[in-house]
């Protein structure tokens, strides 16, 4: 739970323990995709400059949130309020290199054949943008320790969908492939609020706004997708470019060879 706080947080009885361990999970199910990814051929370390500093940065920060998360289990508050302050500015390259690294690869025509090229280039920049607004209203709560953990929690859910991504057998969800990788990212809040009724009996409030958040997302990136104003947006990003030439909303065609992701 990457925080700035000026003052000691007070943990709600109990909950310690269940945001630990889906901590732990979730930094497995990441490691664990991207590794899979790597020993299957399908990246490589002769990546771009700017694919390798995505990692860094989005792999930062799932080490971040592993360690804040170990911070408070362990009652080490003054390590937790310290990383805060990087963890608030680690999310500006976050935000950069998302940007960067979804522009290139639709201009390159590179999108993953089982996306459409601009559901592609409207989800993954506003999964992005749903993190940043969910981890910084965690950030204002901070001292509302309930809240602020739920919500970071939540806003870690909307960075499984790649993890999910280079797990689930994406060709055959086609066409809704995007769709399924969220879906299972979505059985977290799902669970946290479980754990919540088998703890105190309740669902606290936190987890709706997370969800909501969440859902809010999913269903503006259909919306765009499917407008005339997705259309522009990729004509615009696209044009000049070999994306230009690939049909915003047609699925590409496999490739010849061994798929190779983050180009």
């Not at 204002?140 to 602020?148: A, C, G």
């Not at 806003?155 to 809704?176: D, E, I, S």
């Not at 990788?181 to 669902?203: N, Y």
């Amino acid at each position: 739970m990457a925080t700035i706080s000026q003052a000691p947080l007070a943990p709600d009885a109990g909950s310690e323990r269940f945001f630990l361990r889906a901590a732990i999970v979730m930094t497995v199910i990441i490691v664990t995709a991207f590794s899979f990814q790597f020993w299957m051929g399908r990246s490589t370390l002769a990546s771009p400059l700017r694919v390798h500093l995505h990692a860094f940065f989005f792999m930062g920060w799932v080490a971040i949130y592993l360690l804040q998360n170990i911070f408070v289990a362990t009652d080490r508050m003054h390590l937790h309020r310290s990383l805060g302050w990087i963890a608030a500015a680690w999310m500006v390259p976050m935000i950069v290199m998302g940007f960067v690294v979804t522009v290139s690869m639709v201009r390159l025509a590179h999108v993953p054949f089982f996306f459409r090229p601009l559901q592609f280039l409207i989800f993954d920049p506003l999964s992005l943008l749903g993190f940043v607004g969910l981890t910084t209203s965690a950030i204002v709560l901070r001292k509302q320790t309930e809240w602020h953990r739920r919500l970071h929690f939540c806003g870690m859910t909307l960075l499984l969908g790649p993890a999910f991504g280079r797990l689930l057998p994406m060709p055959l969800l086609q066409p809704y492939a995007w769709e399924t990788a969220l879906a299972a990212s979505f059985l977290f809040p799902i669970v946290g609020a479980v754990s919540d009724v088998r703890r105190s009996g309740r669902v606290h409030p936190a987890w709706y706004w997370g969800m909501a958040t969440i859902l809010g997302t999913a269903v503006l990136i259909e919306a765009i997708t499917y407008s005339p104003a997705g259309q522009a947006i990729y004509r615009a990003v696209a044009e000049g470019s070999a994306g230009a030439s690939v049909g915003p909303l047609d699925f590409p065609p496999p490739p010849p060879g061994m798929l190779v992701t983050g180009r």
